[in-house]
């Protein structure tokens, strides 16, 4: 920020209560003027559900890049560490319980969040990493620089205590197959070996066409299965992990926050379907969350 903004900015306040604002998840994520992708996505379930969310931007688009035009940018490296500086500043990482990434938009944001990650979670340990690895998808190939792989493998994962990969990002991390569900389980057990308490492999195919997400930690493994929908939209892997952690937050164990998210996303995907919408219905979800907590029955494998 320019010396001038900054004293045209800087102002009194004439009064205020001292107390500092309450934040539950700060998430770390690409935003959207149109649509639904990253924060975009994530916030407005984890606020129906009664979680307080401070935003950081990685990217400032004024919609997802399938369009026939995007505008606005990925947002440049020192902008982006100053926004995660102001955010210290604060004492956001001090009252924060989850701190969720996702996408990045360049290798310089994803280094500088790493940086910023190695000075933040040790005087906070309080604070759980949750990352979303997003790299690409079994129908696009990789949409990042192929530089962020490494700082997800080598900077990112060992901080993680959850790490959600679809099963072509999966498959991008470990260097294994991935795509069905025994190999992704083999992958998901060296991504623990990693760093993560738990790993959540999400878009794996099962039989029938369904599909298949599964929860991999030290003490067991667990799966539920969905159909799968003919409906192709951004932010289905933000709001499923933003459920996630809403529900982990109202003190529910990981199988019940999963079953409930993996619900709360399916119905959200059945009514961008049914309302014949081009963009994901993300308002769906968490309603059918609460609603439906046990519609995709748990399965422990191990």
Not at 27 to 36: D, P, R, T
Not at 230 to 253: H, K, S
């Amino acid at each position: 920020m320019s010396e001038s903004l900054e004293n045209h900015l800087v102002h009194g306040r004439r009064q205020r209560p001292d107390g500092p604002s309450p934040v539950d998840v700060i998430s770390v994520q690409s935003q959207l003027v149109y649509g639904h992708a990253g924060n975009s996505a994530a916030a407005p379930p984890l606020r129906a559900l009664g979680l307080r969310v401070a935003e950081v931007p990685t990217t400032l688009l004024s919609n997802a890049p399938f369009y026939d035009t995007t505008r606005g940018r990925v947002l440049p490296a020192d902008w982006f560490a100053d926004l995660l500086r102001g955010a210290s500043e604060r004492g956001l990482p001090q009252r924060a319980r989850m701190l969720v990434s996702g996408y990045f938009g360049s290798v310089d944001n994803g280094a500088a969040f790493a940086d910023w990650l190695d000075q933040t979670l040790p005087p906070c340990p309080q604070l759980r990493y949750c990352l979303d690895p997003v790299i690409g998808d079994t129908h696009t190939g990789p949409y990042v620089e192929p530089g962020l792989e490494k700082v997800f493998a080598e900077r990112l994962l060992p901080h993680a205590w959850l790490v959600t990969p679809n099963a072509f990002e999966l498959g991008r991390l470990t260097g294994m197959p991935a795509l069905a569900q025994d190999d992704a389980i083999a992958a998901a057990r060296v991504l623990l070996g990693r760093g993560p308490t738990w790993v959540l492999a999400h878009s794996v195919s099962g039989d029938g066409g369904e599909l298949v997400t599964l929860a991999v930690s030290a003490s067991g493994i667990w799966r539920w299965t969905s159909p799968l929908l003919p409906v192709d939209v951004a932010g289905t892997g933000d709001v499923l992990m933003a459920l996630i952690v809403a529900f982990l937050l109202r003190g529910e164990d990981m199988q019940q926050a999963i079953g409930r998210a993996v619900s709360g996303t399916h119905a959200a995907l059945e009514a961008t379907l049914a309302n014949g919408h081009e963009e994901f219905d993300v308002h769906a979800a968490a309603p059918a969350a609460l609603a439906q907590p046990h519609r995709f029955a748990v399965e422990q494998l191990e």
